[in-house]
């Protein structure tokens, strides 16, 4: 099941990062996604003593990557990244939290 659940969020960040890494634009519903793994996974955490660390790693580089993946367009584009960044960051907190 851990391993499942970590291979579906490892899944769901590469939709949404690798486009934007690769310069092929914002896709909203792998975003949507995104955030449903990370609620899912903080769902099954929640009162565990650990995290698998492939999951805390895919977490932790979260936020950074869709900060560098803005700079690579243009404001409007940027700001909606750096956007997703946030709303990303907060998922990973509620998650952990």
């Not at 590469?14 to 975003?31: I, K, T, W």
């Not at 996604?33 to 565990?48: N, P, S, Y």
């Amino acid at each position: 099941m851990e391993t499942d659940l970590v291979g579906r969020l490892e899944e769901a960040a590469d939709r949404f990062v690798m486009p934007l890494r690769m310069n092929e634009g914002f896709d909203e519903q792998a975003l949507l996604r995104l955030h449903a793994e990370i609620d899912r996974c903080g769902t099954v955490w929640r009162g565990a003593t650990h995290v698998p660390k492939r999951a805390a790693l895919i977490l932790a580089e979260l936020p950074p990557a869709l900060e560098a993946c803005a700079w690579l367009y243009e404001e409007d584009m940027r700001q909606r990244i750096q956007e997703a960044g946030v709303m990303v960051s907060e998922a990973v907190i509620a998650a952990l939290d």
